[in-house]
């Protein structure tokens, strides 16, 4: 049990079509990070936001954007959805940055 | 630019036997080194991890790791394997604490009994 929920487990949506996926990380997880896992793959680093400021940033386009909020729980948005994206999202988070992190187990995401 | 190598997706083993997953990295700077095992339908769990000093690490569940500066390698082993290790394994790199972990494509561990 790594204290970090992910919601939903799983969701297929359609091409073109947007989507949020959440993290509750536990108290006091100021920094959280998302990554995109392809099947068959390693994680992907998304982004990384610390005290609701994105502080860094993978080779993902602009329509992957997200929020964190002072609660501990976030966000990842995608909009226009591609079948490319299908994947499994994973949030990882700690409570300071280069601290242990803790990953949920992943929303997966079909786009058809 | 950073990156990881695992040889071998998929590593097949006797229960007792000796677990070896191989993990070669790319680092222009002095890399900090990760494994991490992810069960079915979990997120990844940290085995153990490589920063400074000592270059044989150890981890949970009886796994190891050497770091190997002249080889840019960091492959994990464990002495006898178990039925309960079978899962995926990845290796990971990242150059300063608090910046993006780089994955490896993960490897494959299936124990037979």
């Known amino acids: 049990e790594t204290g970090v929920t992910q919601s939903p487990t799983h969701l297929i949506k359609t091409r073109g079509q947007q989507v949020t996926l959440r993290c509750s990380s536990q108290?006091?997880?100021?920094?959280v990070s998302w990554y995109q896992q392809a099947l068959g793959q390693g994680p992907q680093f998304i982004f990384q936001y610390y005290r609701e400021e994105e502080n860094g940033r993978g080779n993902f386009p602009p329509r992957f954007s997200g929020l964190q909020f002072p609660n501990y729980s976030s966000e990842l948005n995608v909009n226009a959805l591609e079948l490319d994206d299908s994947a499994l999202y994973l949030c990882a988070s700690s409570a300071r940055q280069g601290e242990k992190l803790f990953f949920g187990s992943g929303t997966q995401l079909s786009v058809l | 630019a950073q990156s990881v190598t695992q040889l071998g997706s998929h590593v097949s083993v006797s229960e007792g036997a000796l677990v070896l997953l191989r993990c070669n990295y790319s680092s222009s700077v002095p890399p900090y080194l990760f494994w991490y095992v992810q069960y079915p339908n979990q997120g990844l769990q940290l085995l153990l991890k490589y920063t400074t000093g000592a270059t044989l690490v150890k981890g949970i569940n009886g796994f190891e790791a050497e770091f190997k500066k002249s080889e840019t390698s960091f492959h994990l082993t464990k002495p006898s394997a178990h039925m309960s290790d079978a899962a995926e394994y990845f290796c990971a790199v990242t150059r300063t604490a608090g910046t993006a972990l780089i994955f490896g494509k993960g490897t494959t561990l299936s124990v037979s009994s």
């Open positions: 108290s006091g997880h100021n920094t």
